[in-house]
């Protein structure tokens, strides 16, 4: 059987390169490679599809009109995550704004995390539920974290960023990091585990 | 031999999932996992908590979603260039 031919995909960099020299079809590529990823971050950040789509817009507007002045320090994907973050973050602060407490201060690395839930979990537990099901009790377990530890936590776990790459995204040490992820599984195992549980 | 109480055990928890600690460390916590129940449904629950999350599954970008972001590039970056 005839394979298919095997299309080298470039590196984001050499994409950067041609898109700054004005390809629109290296940045269209750019855009088609992490859309996903930046609306599902959106989602998970916001738990809503109207702020997670201008996230989405919002964060690649701000890509298209600053890559002239991206010196490349970071990879383009950390680049374009810090500035999903941040437009993230400021749907949530805007839906807030009755609050003058910024989201940054409510994060405590410090405080006690004890676990309540000891029952084994039933075994498999995504597939026995239908997907849409299993995307609202993971999506309402993220969404009880603050958005300090749930920005960790998203980054980590479901974008699989290195704890580098969150610390440089977030502008956080890496240990804060640590701190806040082992914080944020903890919590989100204890409402997962209320779903979960055997029983 | 070094024994662990259930707080450090489930301090590091989360550090030994990422495979972020030492040989000794990583081995005294699975014996403190092999003799204490409850911090063994806390670690089992915590790695498939992690599973179930890194698998990607969630959130298809929705088609007209798609639509709008390209659309709004495409009109940038033909404004730019003219």
Known sequence: MAESPQVALKDDSVLVTEAKAGSYAAFDELVN?????????????????????????????????????????????????RIAVNEGLMKLRKRR??????????????????????????????????????????????????PGF????????????????????LGISEGAVKARLFRARLQVREELSKVFKRG | MTLLNCDDCLEQISNYLDGAIDADLKRTLEEHLGLCRHCKVVFDSTRKTIELYCDGKLFELPIGVRDRLHAALRRCWDEKVK
């Open chain 1, 33 to 81: 490679r992490y859309e996903k990823k930046i609306y599902r971050l959106g989602m998970n950040l916001t738990g809503n599809p109207e702020d997670a789509e201008d996230v989405l817009q919002e964060a690649f507007l701000k890509v298209f009109v600053h890559l002239p002045d991206f010196r490349e320090d970071s990879r383009f994907y950390t680049w374009l995550v």
């Open chain 1, 97 to 146: 704004s009755d609050k003058s407490v910024p989201i940054e201060d409510s994060v405590d690395e410090e405080g006690e995390v004890m676990p309540r839930e000891f029952a084994d979990w039933k075994p498999n537990p995504e597939e026995q539920y239908a997907q849409a099901e299993i995307e609202e009790i993971l999506r309402n377990a993220a969404q009880s974290l603050s």
């Open chain 1, 150 to 169: 749930r920005t960790v936590f998203l980054l980590r776990d479901v974008d699989g960023l290195s704890t580098q790459e969150t610390a440089d995204v």
